[in-house]
T-cell receptor, first 115, second 115 residues
């Protein structure tokens, strides 16, 4: 079964600290993996897209890694800011044939950054 | 630059009532989607439209109908609302049908409560 599991479910960190969010998936065949940030009361916004051949990709203070062999991805946030408080959603895209793709969403990790 | 606009933002219905959620995008995207987001669950696809004039069922289509009115607009209709349809609904669009590079752009969401 195609699944995306994220951990932890929730996380509280002090402003300025680093944190790492995890995503494990069983989706196959793999096309790409995306991390989205969802602020409370808003729609998700794309942070990064990881293709099969990419191991690491950075977007400012956000760094995503992908290990396609172990089917794991992580999102590392450096020097956290209050504005990083949000849910972070891992999405894995698989090719479902005939030019179509399917998305499987994780449940998200709710990050709270406190002063 | 509005992106994806959803209306209404909030709605309370009684069981059995009908309503339509409206969605419009101004990015000239071909593909549009309706998702629902429930606590403790990942986003689930209700219906999508790969191009103007076409619609297809997603993961959880029961109890919903959609209309791709034109390239810009994609509406979601609940003919006879049920409490199980209490959720936050997100409309999204992408330039082409989902593939390795195309990114989903989400609206801000519509929170629906069915009593």
């Amino acid at each position: 079964k195609n699944q995306v599991e994220q951990s932890p479910q929730s996380l509280i960190i002090l402003e300025g600290k680093n944190c790492t969010l995890q995503c494990n998936y069983t989706v196959s065949p793999f096309s790409n993996l995306r991390w989205y940030k969802q602020d409370t009361g808003r729609g998700p916004v794309s942070l990064t897209i990881m293709t099969f051949s990419e191991n690491t990709k950075s977007n400012g203070r956000y760094t995503a890694t992908l290990d396609a062999d172990t089917k794991q991805s992580s999102l590392h946030i450096t020097a956290s800011q209050l504005s990083d408080s949000a849910s972070y959603i891992c999405v894995v895209i698989r090719y479902s044939g005939a030019g179509s793709y399917q998305l499987t969403f994780g449940k998200g990790t709710k990050l709270s950054v406190i002063p | 630059n509005a992106g994806v606009t959803q209306t209404p933002k909030f709605q309370v219905l009684k069981t059995g009532q009908s309503m339509t959620l409206q969605c419009a995008q101004d990015m000239n995207h071909n593909s549009m989607y309706w998702y629902r987001q429930d606590p403790g669950m990942g986003l689930r696809l209700i219906y999508y439209s790969a191009s103007e004039g076409t619609t297809d069922k997603g993961e959880v289509p029961n109890g919903y109908n959609v209309s791709r009115l034109n390239k810009r607009e994609f509406s979601l209709r609940l003919e006879s609302a049920a409490p199980s349809q209490t959720s936050v609904y997100f409309c999204a669009s992408s330039r082409e049908n989902l593939s390795g590079a195309n990114v989903l752009t989400f609206g801000a969401g519509s929170r629906l409560t069915v009593l």
